[in-house]
């Protein structure tokens, strides 16, 4: 990802303004209705006396895919399944189309794209609804004058013939959706494939113009990281987040807040930012309150589940009516929809690959009988107390969570909790570097490796639906 940071690093009392591009506005087209009509090309698409004759674009570099658009007579060099070919670059190309913290679109990314779609649906034979559709949709997305920005800097012949060769792909990506998807039999399928993005992108938009100072600072927070630069991230992030769950004072109400785009963000990135600081305790506790939550932070994240709910959905109802499929239920199953393996950073896979990890440290809770401060923290005392024994079992549902990239469904879980009595609790003393926000009296659960420990909530009492004054290490109410 690439910002403009005008804060160099996260320190304390700096100021992080990233200029966000405007959205919602520029040459996109309207979303009143699925594909509108689009002139054809008046001169064909000249090339360069340099064009390649095959061309190698299984190596996940843009470049080569950009050459095949301006060489339209170049093919992939693995030609015996050019199908195939194009399909594999243009799953890795999807990979870098609005999967940011926020919007950024390269129109030249987005153009190379397109151009893979259209070769691809000239060849296949029997194209899915997701991918011709889907196609059509980002064809529609394509802004000319952002791509004659972008590929300024190239000779004056290859951006004319690069210009050319997007008109001529978004006609024709357009032509071939709707001739093999009528909308008058396909209407379902267009509700899918182009509404759903749409509509969602609309919320997207919506919600970030609404929270415009948060955004920037995300993705600041992202700037500065690829740079290296990340101590004194902690502060801002606690800051934004605090406020953004203000009023949400149980763990349901906390967790709606906390697992929405917006909060998922913030608190992903405060997580990595203790992380990233050697605060591996304090990484965890936030990565709690983020287990088994979708993550729907990019607009690519956000259109894939909703088009996921809205297939399973027409699954279960095809298998009662299965003349209206097409029509009313769509007729890709769940399991074909595929997430998008986004482009990642190595810091991005350390960070992924180390997640699991920082959630294997052990629990204790009980109510506070004394607190005592220490140079190196503080101690938390338990009362001893008879509590509430429970079984918890949970158990798969029927609801689809997601589809892994191999096509294994996941399903959702549901916990029940049985009441089996009481038993006498006192658990051992442990030490926490910050009990800001920890009274007397108040139930505590802390995680802890080893001898050191990190509070993980603290409120009234055990239940779920109790008062909560403090979680990881948001103090709610605050800020």
Same mark, same amino acid.
């Given at each position: 990802? +690439?910002?403009? =940071?005008?804060?160099?690093?996260?320190?304390?009392?700096?100021?992080?303004?990233?200029?966000?591009?405007?959205?919602?506005?520029?040459?996109?087209?309207?979303?009143?209705?699925?594909?509108?009509?689009?002139?054809?090309?008046?001169?064909?698409?000249? $090339?360069?006396?340099?064009?390649?004759?095959?061309?190698?674009?299984?190596?996940?570099?843009?470049?080569?895919?950009?050459?095949?658009? +301006?060489?339209?007579?170049?093919?992939?060099?693995?030609?015996?399944?050019?199908?195939?070919?194009?399909?594999?670059?243009?799953?890795?190309?999807? /990979?870098?189309?609005?999967?940011?913290?926020?919007?950024?679109?390269?129109?030249?990314?987005?153009?190379? $794209?397109?151009?893979?779609?259209?070769?691809?649906?000239?060849?296949?034979?029997?194209?899915?609804?997701?991918?011709?559709?889907?196609?059509?949709?980002?064809?529609?997305?394509?802004?000319?004058?952002?791509?004659?920005?972008?590929?300024?800097?190239?000779?004056?012949?290859? +951006?004319?013939?690069?210009?050319?060769?997007?008109?001529?792909?978004?006609?024709?990506?357009?032509?071939i959706a709707l001739r093999e998807f009528p909308k008058a039999r396909a209407a379902r399928e267009w509700e899918v494939f182009y509404d759903v993005p749409t509509r969602v992108r609309n919320e997207y938009i919506a919600r970030r113009n609404a929270n415009q100072k948060t955004y920037q600072q995300l993705v600041a927070f992202e700037t500065a990281v690829q740079?290296?630069?990340?101590?004194?991230?902690?502060?801002?992030?606690?800051?934004?987040?605090?406020?953004?769950?203000? /009023?949400?004072?149980?763990?349901?109400?906390?967790?709606?807040?906390?697992?929405?785009?917006?909060? $998922?963000?913030?608190?992903?990135?405060?997580?990595?930012?203790?992380?990233?600081?050697?605060?591996?305790?304090?990484?965890?506790?936030?990565?709690?309150? =983020?287990?088994?939550?979708?993550?729907?932070?990019?607009?690519?994240?956000?259109?894939?589940?909703?088009?996921?709910?809205?297939?399973?959905?027409?699954?279960?109802?095809?298998?009662?009516?299965?003349?209206?499929?097409?029509?009313? $239920?769509?007729?890709?199953?769940?399991?074909?929809?595929?997430?998008?393996?986004?482009?990642?950073?190595?810091?991005?896979?350390?960070?992924?690959?180390?997640?699991?990890?920082?959630? /294997?440290?052990?629990?204790?809770?009980?109510?506070?009988?004394?607190?005592?401060?220490?140079?190196?923290?503080?101690?938390?005392?338990?009362?001893?107390?008879?509590?509430?024994?429970?079984?918890?079992?949970?158990?798969?549902?029927?609801?689809?969570?997601?589809?892994?990239?191999?096509?294994?469904? +996941?399903?959702?879980?549901?916990?029940?909790?049985?009441?089996?009595?009481?038993?006498?609790?006192?658990?051992?003393?442990?030490?926490?570097?910050?009990?800001? /926000?920890?009274?007397?009296?108040?139930?505590?659960?802390?995680?802890?490796?080893?001898?050191?420990?990190?509070?993980?909530?603290?409120?009234?009492?055990?239940?779920?639906?109790a008062r909560l004054e403090r979680v990881a290490d948001l103090l709610l109410g605050a800020g």
């Amino acid at each position: 990802m +690439r910002f403009h =940071l005008l804060c160099p690093a996260f320190v304390v009392g700096c100021s992080f303004v990233a200029k966000l591009p405007k959205v919602g506005s520029g040459s996109q087209q309207s979303t009143d209705s699925p594909i509108p009509s689009a002139p054809a090309t008046s001169e064909p698409v000249s $090339y360069s006396e340099d064009c390649p004759r095959y061309l190698s674009i299984s190596d996940q570099n843009l470049e080569p895919i950009i050459t095949l658009m +301006r060489c339209p007579d170049a093919t992939p060099s693995s030609n015996s399944d050019t199908v195939g070919a194009y399909h594999s670059a243009r799953m890795w190309v999807r /990979g870098g189309l609005d999967n940011s913290i926020v919007e950024t679109p390269s129109q030249l990314k987005r153009a190379a $794209y397109v151009h893979l779609c259209a070769r691809q649906l000239r060849e296949e034979h029997k194209p899915p609804p997701a991918m011709a559709i889907g196609c059509a949709w980002h064809a529609d997305r394509l802004d000319p004058n952002g791509l004659a920005k972008e590929i300024a800097t190239r000779p004056a012949s290859h +951006r004319s013939t690069i210009a050319k060769q997007a008109a001529e792909d978004v006609r024709a990506v357009r032509e071939i959706a709707l001739r093999e998807f009528p909308k008058a039999r396909a209407a379902r399928e267009w509700e899918v494939f182009y509404d759903v993005p749409t509509r969602v992108r609309n919320e997207y938009i919506a919600r970030r113009n609404a929270n415009q100072k948060t955004y920037q600072q995300l993705v600041a927070f992202e700037t500065a990281v690829q740079n290296g630069k990340f101590e004194g991230c902690a502060a801002p992030l606690r800051d934004s987040l605090t406020t953004y769950v203000r /009023g949400a004072s149980t763990m349901p109400a906390l967790a709606a807040r906390i697992t929405d785009p917006l909060g $998922y963000a913030l608190t992903e990135a405060l997580a990595r930012c203790h992380y990233y600081n050697e605060r591996t305790l304090q990484a965890g506790a936030l990565l709690v309150l =983020l287990d088994k939550a979708r993550r729907q932070v990019t607009l690519v994240e956000q259109i894939y589940f909703a088009q996921l709910d809205a297939l399973a959905a027409d699954a279960e109802k095809a298998k009662k009516f299965p003349n209206l499929v097409g029509s009313k $239920y769509s007729s890709m199953n769940p399991s074909d929809l595929r997430p998008v393996s986004s482009w990642t950073s190595k810091l991005d896979d350390s960070w992924q690959q180390q997640q699991r990890e920082l959630l /294997g440290f052990q629990t204790r809770e009980g109510r506070v009988a004394k607190l005592e401060k220490t140079a190196s923290g503080t101690v938390i005392q338990f009362q001893k107390e008879r509590v509430p024994v429970v079984d918890v079992r949970c158990h798969e549902t029927n609801r689809i969570d997601t589809i892994t990239p191999e096509g294994k469904i +996941r399903y959702r879980e549901e916990c029940t909790s049985t009441p089996k009595g009481h038993a006498w609790s006192s658990p051992p003393p442990i030490k926490v570097d910050d009990a800001n /926000g920890v009274k007397m009296g108040r139930f505590v659960r802390v995680g802890f490796e080893g001898d050191k420990g990190v509070v993980l909530s603290s409120g009234e009492s055990p239940q779920a639906t109790a008062r909560l004054e403090r979680v990881a290490d948001l103090l709610l109410g605050a800020g």
